[in-house]
């Protein structure tokens, strides 16, 4: 006899989960990374010589640093923030979260309510876009191109915003290295994203998980360091530079909102393990490991485009990424990608179909994301043309690959 | 200038947090533990091996184990049960969560909606009981003795729920250590509770948080072995067992269940690498390492009894706890212990006001848990003789101390 919780769920519960069934053969979703660079030795060492130091302080929640987390961490964050992204932030202003989506669950925690309105990028991370619907929040989303949000398409939003009497809760921007596009937003058009912000009277919310991860190891300052108001809330993650099965993310903040954040905070902290680990790991190794990280990523991203190349030739447009590891890949009109995504999937093919990655789910209809952190250059290539030869099975596209008429 | 975020935040925001000023002298709150038993060198020797092994996984998200957490942890999980517990479950029926704080989460998330009503124990985890009142959820306190809930009192609760038409969503109890009383409730007293449950078609939500730390190192089979319908869902935490600042707990359901729990849980999973070093530690260290925790808890436990016997003399009155690492002490009725929280943390000790820790706050007064884990037997000592001294300043209470008039 089994017990039947059915009349005790909660009226608006979504969908069960599907059992995990291991990844698939040709794996271009999810925030993966390249797993021969993960730093096994250093990360030894570093949990060595970080636990004989101090591991007895694993006794106390939040070891000795409080609530924001462990404070050797957030003097690395700090410091790295600043060197390498133009901000001046303290340790104080550091708030060790659980991955990057801890962030987005406590931002918007302390600011949106049922029926508020958000200005976030037309295309965006899934995960924010989807953190949006379950808040019950309108999103509008603003036109992008090479350089990120237009300006001019911002500023009409705001002021149609304005004339209907609607005030944003907040601007959600990714800039450096755009989720899903892979641009990077000049410093130019972020002093007038701010001073659209200041016009409007509107915070910035600025996701920055990708920024250290540009092709050729530079980038603009963050919109946080261009800020005299302090109106720009920042985040950014360890996962995609280090390792994303560690969930250690950041949020920098001045203590108004910080203060909020902890209040709304109920989890005891962030594994200290791993925040002990890492503090360790980066304060001796951050800027080479992602200095190395790059060019292995630029080498899968020039081969995953010499794939779409060869096997879609010019039914696949897409932009070429600054850096990152995702490339928005847009088919012919014929093209469903929702539907490619299914028929893939049960090849063994896994991408993200355009519509999860946009804010009007019809303007990503005939694109996908395809992710290259992980698979291997091979996997890479035979992925691609495996996708290939399923789209032309299912659409008649594309007609012709790698010069062999289908 | 400084941006004003007042006009942004939700409406219905708790206070902010206040700095955190680090940790007060004498320390009796918090689920801390013993620092001297944090087993460093094993956690070192196990990070060593399992990273040697396999860690590049930490490349993926959820490493090669899918949503329910590293499958070699569950697999530890499980077995443990099994064998410490009486329970059948497997690594299937396991989610790894980040504390036992995520299990509520995730539980309450999949069933509890405002105005929904439970039955909790009348002296029950602060933590649950917050959860309540944010989830808008009326709960009932079940009396205690000093065998858990009183069965005969539960039934009237769910006789006059029944009557009015109540169902509750679920009973919470923490059956094994009762927090805060250190209670634990015979096997007998289960049976007729899972009656009850049966009879009135409730399901049980059981936190064993504190199982594997009872003084004689026997416990009673868990609610959840004891029974056959799988109305059970459990929790436990190696939070108390291992070290707190690992954010690592569990769940135990059934896929129908788990499936939901799935559904609702956003974070992409804990933290990896405190689920490595923990699969690779406990599983050859566990059932050594906390046997000896047992001890180390059993003397902290009689030297703050006798503190509290010399220092309180008869004005402390309290039930001698079965295991774990609080004790929950009533004092006279001139004593309101949220006062004299507030004046023994101007002095540097810490304790929990009883009405944090009760469902009907009046009747945690004049009651106080102190928690011992952490403390050494010294600081125990000298706290609770720093406390007498406070509390006989404030209320006149002790008036005799260690035989001194004071």
């Not at 309105?117 to 989303?141: C, H, K, P």
């Not at 601007?171 to 994203?193: A, D, K």
């Not at 897409?318 to 995504?341: C, E, H, N, Y």
Request: proline fraction near 5%; charged fraction near 25%; glycine fraction near 8%.
């Amino acid at each position: 006899m089994t017990f039947d919780y059915t009349s005790f769920y909660r009226h608006d519960l979504p969908a069960p989960a599907m059992r995990w069934n291991g990844f698939p053969e040709f794996n271009f979703v999810g925030g993966h990374n390249d797993a021969a660079c993960v730093p096994v030795d250093a990360f030894i060492a570093a949990s060595e010589s970080v636990l004989r130091r101090e591991g007895t302080s694993l006794a106390t929640y939040g070891l000795n640093s409080g609530p924001q987390g462990y404070r050797p961490l957030r003097e690395f964050i700090s410091g790295a923030l600043n060197k390498r992204a133009g901000m001046k932030t303290g340790a104080d202003d550091i708030l060790v979260v659980s991955g990057s989506l801890q962030a987005l669950d406590l931002v918007n925690a302390v600011f949106l309510e049922p029926g508020d309105t958000v200005i976030a990028e037309e295309g965006s991370y899934q995960g924010t876009l989807q953190r949006f619907i379950r808040a019950g929040v309108n999103y509008v989303g603003a036109p992008l191109d090479d350089d990120g949000i237009r300006m001019d398409a911002l500023s009409d939003i705001l002021d149609k915003l304005a004339a209907d009497g609607i005030k944003p809760k907040y601007i959600y921007t990714i800039p450096t290295v755009q989720n899903p596009t892979g641009s990077v937003m000049p410093e130019e058009r972020r002093l007038q994203m701010l001073e659209l912000a200041r016009k409007h009277d509107v915070p910035i919310f600025e996701d920055d998980c990708y920024a250290d991860l540009t092709f050729d190891g530079t980038r603009p300052r963050a919109i946080h360091a261009l800020d005299n108001d302090g109106r720009v809330i920042y985040c950014g993650s360890f996962s995609k530079t280090i390792a994303p099965a560690l969930r250690v993310g950041f949020i920098s903040a001045g203590w108004d909102v910080m203060s909020r954040l902890l209040a709304v905070k109920h989890d005891a902290g962030s594994g200290s393990l791993e925040q002990m680990v890492l503090a360790e790991y980066c304060t001796a190794h951050f800027d080479a490991h992602v200095a190395n990280l790059q060019g292995v990523l630029k080498e899968k991203c020039d081969t995953i485009m010499e794939a779409l190349n060869a096997e879609f030739g010019t039914a696949a447009e897409f932009r070429v990424p600054k850096g990152g590891i995702f490339i928005w890949v847009t088919l012919p009109d014929s093209v469903d990608t929702s539907k490619l995504a299914v028929a893939a999937a049960a090849e063994g093919v896994a991408l993200n179909p355009g519509e999860e990655w946009t804010a009007d789910p019809e303007t990503g209809r005939h694109s996908m994301r395809l992710c290259f952190g992980n698979p291997t250059l091979d996997e890479l290539r035979n992925g691609v043309a495996k996708l290939a030869e399923i789209c032309h099975r299912e659409f008649g596209v594309p007609v012709r690959s790698a010069n062999v008429e289908r």
